[in-house]
């Protein structure tokens, strides 16, 4: 069996010749050696100076903002403020731009650890409170980091920034930002992870002198809105929990108190070390403490088993039936509470977090399947992109499709649902099971082909909708609704050559010229041809594991429903997409659509 | 798997000829996955080679594995000339994925998404799976190489599978093959 390391021994080229390398050392070896004796004398004076130099700055007082490099301007508190209290971490991701090297004063405070960051993917919720013990001990650690040479190149991995905070008796503040990747560095100095875990470190032992083993006081929060919190929760003091589904921006959805300690149970009994392979694509589910920070479980769509992070191992766990249900019917809360959704974004392509009706309230549908008399019906999923309108005619042969045979299967996240709305207000879920529990998804195909009749009526348009900002990176998504190539009116190029650099054009995709565009779109028709798969029988109901094949294209239509176009990996020229009949299609681009496509390659 | 064996255990060479005439194609093949470039393989190893020869006499023995300090230096170098900056005279070259691509036809295209893939990775993440699954070394003599701790080498390796996971380069004959997240090992 080939290994990993056959794999990366068999991508390397021939390797040189060698022959005269030795030689070559030799020669350039004696030479630095002759260079290095000259230039040992002089090292040894630059040494002696810049002792002095390193001496002067960390005498106490003397390094208080008052050489060179390392002046800051203290930051007055702003108006109104009262005495040295700690200043409220700044909300900008600009203001967690690392700097100049910077010295820090001794004297502070208090100390906030901050986190800045965009989207809820990108952000960490930080401790509530503030540090205010041994913060001499803290910035003299600071002071005694590396400073980075000027000229360092750091790259701008994906990463989240993080800053320390202090807050001054006269009320000043200083702040010294940094980021994980990269340099990894913090106020200009190397040591980043190394003082984002003092501050842990210390803010954990605060808290145990403060509260000893009880849980910290609570503190408003947002769940959803951050991935994870700087401290991870406790299990013992676990409060509350949510489910967090949809993208970009997340819907919580709140699990029943009176579930919660079976749940807990369940968890803390039955997790395992996780095993290779587990891909964690799903939602996630935080479990709450009192004060906002928590555990993130986030669940794996094709293992079937949430994944979490417990005392730095990776695990898993498979919940039992009461916890699946539990989870399955967390809902939206009715009531204002600390636990509140994220605000909607601007309209994207519709999703289960994306579409309103999908985060209503409502009452689970009865095994025998939706109740007749609705008015419109929605579409909700967690892995692909459904109609962004309800279906709203023929409503009674579809209600009638969604009868019988669904409930047994036990939840999973990975589920679809119908929401159903009725004339009074009320709304009702259908949980549709993914995968083999449910193997003939009748009331999908039902609401496609009743979707398709409702919009070939005469004046149905599409509704106008943004696609994701990061389009390409969510490639594994499919969209429920066949799509024509005719009613294509945009074509993106997804390079994602450095999935790790999330930088724009990379994940929202390259648009092309409406030229170029149609081209390509007329040369797809043209030489398209079957390829040796089959069409479904019926739309899809599993999630999707793992891509087939590298996207190169993406087909829009203004509704944001979209054909993936996907390179081959047993072919350097053909590509494949899926056409309105569900049939794999094989697409050989002519010479011209070729040229378009190599000219958008990254040079 | 003979040269393998011979890195992690040690032996002394006949001469630093011998060592570089049956070493430098193994010492440039990491290079190589480390970088993608060609010449910028060769340059690293020559450095490295250059700055090594001095020692070579004092070095070669079972014990103290010169083949390590040579491999040691010339990761050094790689992660120390991206930290100095002078990656921005190539940087159109490496932002081009290309370089990682073989310069030598592949049997099948899979093993071109699995450079575009190690292409994605940041540097260190790469160094850790160039040393802990291609030239075989243990997460300690990869600590200790690269100057770093076990956890941190842990830490990479676990960041550098699951992004290799996340690829959507990686065909799935790649993807089965993955090592095993130490991160995930009980």
């Known amino acids: 069996m080939t290994s990993f390391r056959d794999r990366l021994h068999g991508l390397t080229p021939r390797p040189p010749s060698t022959d005269d390398w030795a030689a070559r050392a030799a020669t350039t070896g004696r030479a630095r050696r002759r260079t290095r004796n000259v230039a040992a004398s002089a090292a040894a004076a ?6 002095a130099v390193l001496a002067t700055q960390y005498l106490p007082g003397i390094g208080d903002g008052q050489n060179a490099d390392g002046r800051i301007p203290a930051t007055p508190l702003p108006a109104g403020s009262t005495g040295p209290v700690a200043a409220p971490c700044p909300r900008e991701a600009s203001d967690y731009v690392d700097g100049t090297t910077i010295t820090l004063p001794l004297g502070a405070v208090s100390l906030r650890w901050c986190t800045g960051g965009g989207d809820a993917m990108l952000s960490e919720y930080p401790p509530p409170e503030p540090l205010t013990r041994g913060l001499d001990a803290w910035v003299t650690a600071f002071n005694a980091l590396p400073k980075l040479p000027r000229d360092a190149a750091c790259t701008a991995d994906w990463s989240i920034p993080g800053a320390a905070l202090l807050t001054y008796a006269d009320g000043t503040t200083r702040m010294v930002a940094g980021m994980r990747a990269g340099c990894g560095t913090i106020g200009g100095r190397g040591g980043f992870e190394a003082m984002r875990t003092r501050t842990i470190d210390a803010l954990t032992a605060q808290r145990t002198s403060m509260f000893g083993n009880q849980a910290p006081p609570a503190e408003s929060s947002q769940p959803c809105a951050a991935h994870g919190s700087t401290i991870p929760a406790r299990l013992e003091w676990i409060t509350g ?3 967090c589904e949809g993208y970009p921006t997340p819907t919580a959805k709140e699990v029943a108190s009176s579930s919660l300690p079976a749940l807990l149970a369940d968890l803390r009994h039955h997790h395992r070390s996780a095993g290779d392979g587990i891909i964690a694509d799903g939602p996630t589910m935080q479990l709450l403490q009192a004060n906002g920070e928590m555990l993130v479980l986030t669940f794996s769509l094709s293992s079937g088993v949430w994944t979490f992070s417990l005392d730095g191992a990776q695990r898993s766990w498979s919940p039992d039936e009461a916890s699946r249900v539990a989870i399955a019917q967390a809902s939206t809360p009715t009531t204002p509470s600390a636990i509140t959704p994220v605000p909607p974004a601007s309209p994207t392509i519709p999703s289960e977090g ?14 025998s399947g939706l109740p007749s008399g609705a008015t419109k019906v929605w579409f909700c999923s967690n892995w692909r992109f459904g109609p962004a309108e309800p279906l709203d005619t023929h409503l009674d042969e579809f209600l009638a499709s969604t009868g019988g045979g669904i409930e047994p299967c036990l939840a999973n996240p990975q589920d ?18 993914a995968g083999a529990c449910h193997p003939q998804p009748r009331a999908v195909t039902t609401f496609v082909r009743l979707m398709t009749e409702q919009r070939s009526a005469p004046g149905w348009t599409p509704t106008v909708v943004a696609p994701p900002q990061k389009l390409c990176a969510w490639d594994s998504w499919q ?15 997804c390079d994602l050559s450095k999935v790790t650099q999330d930088d724009g054009s990379r994940v929202a995709g390259l648009v092309l010229k409406p030229t170029d565009a149609q081209t390509l779109l007329d040369d797809l028709a043209t030489h398209s041809s079957p390829s040796g798969s089959t069409a479904p029988s019926a739309p899809q109901t599993t999630a999707p594991g793992v891509n087939t094949g590298r996207v190169v294209l993406a087909l829009l239509r203004t509704n944001g429903e979209l054909i993936w176009v996907r390179a081959m990996p047993s072919s350097t020229t053909a590509l494949t997409w899926t056409d309105s009949a569900g049939q794999p299609m094989q697409w050989t681009p002519d010479a011209a659509s070729a040229a378009i496509l190599e000219a958008l390659q990254p040079r | 798997m003979t040269t393998m064996v011979q890195t992690r255990t040690g032996r002394d060479w006949s001469s630093f000829d011998e060592f570089v005439q049956l070493r430098g194609p193994a010492l440039w093949r990491s290079a190589w996955l480390l970088t993608g ?19 070579f006499d004092r070095l070669n023995t079972a014990d103290d594995n010169y083949e390590a300090y040579v491999r040691k230096a010339i990761f050094n170098a790689h992660l120390g000339w991206w930290r100095r900056g002078t990656w921005r005279e190539r940087t159109r ?9 073989p310069e030598v036809p592949l049997a099948s295209s899979d093993e071109g998404d699995l450079a575009r893939a190690l292409a994605g990775l940041p540097r260190q993440q790469r160094a850790v799976i160039v040393l802990r699954y291609y030239d075989d070394l243990t997460e300690a003599q990869t600590a200790d190489l690269l100057g770093v701790s076990v956890g941190t080498v842990k830490q990479h390796a676990h960041r550098a599978l699951a992004n290799l996971r996340r690829s959507p380069h990686l065909a799935e004959a790649d993807r089965a093959v993955l090592p095993t997240d130490p991160m995930e090992q009980p």
């Open chain 2, 37 to 55: 470039d060609r010449q910028r393989a060769e340059d690293l190893v020559q450095d490295a080679l250059a700055r090594c020869w001095s020692k």
């Open chain 1, 354 to 367: 994306t579409v309103p009706a999908c985060s209503l309230p409502a009452s689970l549908a009865p095994a």
């Open chain 1, 241 to 243: 929990a949510v489910v």
């Open chain 2, 93 to 101: 070259e490496l932002d081009d994925t290309a370089d990682l691509r």
């Open chain 1, 479 to 493: 969209t429920l609704m066949p799509v024509r190539l005719q009613d294509v009116t945009q074509v993106r190029f």
């Open chain 1, 46 to 51: 630059a040494v002696v100076a810049l002792a």
């Open chain 1, 416 to 433: 679809e649902s119908f929401v159903a709305v009725y004339p009074d207000g009320t709304a009702v879920k259908l949980r549709m099971p």
